[in-house]
């Protein structure tokens, strides 16, 4: 089955202790995506990768890091998490066209985050 | 100004009836356009992409108006299975930032029987 996974699906943690949440996706996409959603803010992009070792940030991207060593691997990682990075955090991915044409992107199933 | 903004609601509405909402975008060179559907607590799902034509799926329609920067979603004879969060989302088109796309906050529709 064509999927996006992630993990864990909830984490309650305490600031400054670094986690790593997990992003996984089996459709041999080039694009992935994180993305963090907040009452009233919609969702909004941390980091995406168009290829293998090819990142950028987004809108949001302080406070987090990424890596894509993988194709189907893109971990989000907080070094230090802190309270206000309490949210509901979803991966995405897609393929990739040159040119900039939209491909529907499909995303995980959420990891919510509570930092104390 | 938000670059997506759409009506938080919620819509009630009757099974059965109609339902429509719009979404305005801010960046006149938006190229794509669509409807997500999210269930609470679920991911976003793609309901359906909106062209400048307008476009029909069934029971849902969508329509473009460029000029006035807004798309719209139409739900005709809802079904309680239609009870979700609809996403507005915009796509830049920006080569440089691949497939980068923008959300609304989202419009909450709950039908009642």
């Known amino acids: 089955e064509a999927q996006v996974t992630q993990n864990p699906r909830y984490l309650i943690t305490v600031t400054g202790k670094k986690l790593t949440v997990t992003c996984s996706q089996n459709?041999?996409?080039?694009?992935m995506s994180w993305y963090r959603q907040d009452p009233g803010l919609g969702l909004r992009q941390i980091y995406y990768s168009m290829n293998v070792e090819v990142t950028d940030k987004g809108d949001v991207p302080e406070g987090y890091k990424v890596s894509r060593k993988e194709k189907r691997n893109f971990p989000l990682i907080l070094e230090s998490p802190s309270p206000n990075q309490t949210s509901l955090y979803f991966c995405?991915?897609?393929?990739?066209?040159?040119?900039?044409?939209?491909?529907?992107?499909?995303f995980g199933p959420g990891t919510r985050l509570t930092v104390l | 100004r938000k670059e997506v903004e759409q009506d938080p609601g919620p819509f009630n509405v009757p099974e059965g009836a109609t339902v429509a909402f719009n979404c305005t975008y801010s960046n006149s060179a938006s190229q794509s356009f669509f409807w997500y559907r999210q269930d609470c607590r679920k991911e976003p799902k793609l309901l359906m992409s909106v062209y400048s034509s307008g476009n029909e799926d069934g029971r849902f329609t969508a329509q473009l108006n460029r000029a006035s920067q807004y798309i719209s979603l139409l739900i005709r004879d809802s079904k309680l299975s239609d009870s979700a969060t609809y996403l507005c989302?915009?796509?830049?088109?920006?080569?440089?930032?691949?497939?980068?796309?923008?959300f609304g906050g989202g419009t909450r529709v709950l039908v009642k029987p």
């Open positions: 995405a991915s897609s393929l990739y066209t040159r040119g900039g044409y939209y491909n529907e992107q499909f």
């Open positions: 989302v915009v796509n830049m088109g920006i080569k440089a930032a691949g497939n980068k796309l923008t």
């Open positions: 459709m041999n996409h080039e694009y």
